[in-house]
């Protein structure tokens, strides 16, 4: 009798500590908005990257570190199951670096895969803030959330939900780039 008693107790314990949790179960990062009909064109063009946030404890987030900003562009390859993606670096001392890379994209889904990574997935999220998204990306060893707008500013309410989400998610190294230099010009 004491024996369910207790569990009882234990069980309504869990529950009012799960109703004061500040992570909203329904809120969590969700690819159900992505437009499947416009997919992947509402997403090419011109993006900024502005933050990440790792699993704490990994190396995830020392790539971007050494960068102030960063310009990304988003295009149609020539083959129809690829995007090309290239990048304009800024890194902190005010040296440009260009980088390009294929994603390979899946039928029927928006999942992306990177070419010379078979290993890597990257997922797209919607959010709140208009005109970002939100990019996990996962291989054997790293797990990370990106955030790229469409702006190279975000209101404050943007950056807190991203994050607010990234903790809730267990990403809880975070890393927002300083942007204090000229974006560099996309090659």
């Not at 908005?33 to 502005?50: C, K, V």
């Not at 020539?78 to 890379?101: N, Y």
């Not at 990257?122 to 702006?151: A, G, Q």
């Not at 991203?162 to 090659?187: A, I, M, N, R, V």
Request: proline residues 4%.
């Amino acid at each position: 009798m004491i024996g369910n008693a207790w569990r009882y107790f234990l069980y309504l314990y869990g529950l009012v500590i799960d109703s004061l949790s500040t992570c909203d179960r329904g809120d969590q990062l969700s690819a159900s908005r992505i437009n499947r009909t416009e997919f992947p064109l509402q997403y090419m063009g011109s993006w900024y990257f502005l933050a990440a946030a790792a699993e704490p404890g990994t190396r995830a987030l020392d790539i971007f570190k050494v960068m102030d900003n960063g310009q990304f562009n988003v295009q149609e390859s020539a083959e129809p199951e690829k995007l090309e993606f290239r990048a304009s670096i800024t890194i902190k001392d005010g040296s440009c670096i260009p980088r390009k890379w294929i994603y390979l994209l899946t039928e029927d889904s928006t999942e992306l895969r990177t070419e010379g990574h078979p290993d890597r997935l990257t997922e797209l999220f919607s959010c709140h803030c208009p005109n970002c998204v939100i990019l996990k990306e996962t291989d054997n060893t790293t797990s990370r959330l990106l955030l790229y707008s469409r702006s190279t500013q975000l209101d404050k309410d943007c950056m807190e939900e991203f994050k607010h989400k990234s903790t809730c998610d267990g990403y809880k190294d975070f890393l927002q780039l300083p942007q204090t230099l000229e974006t560099c010009p996309l090659e």
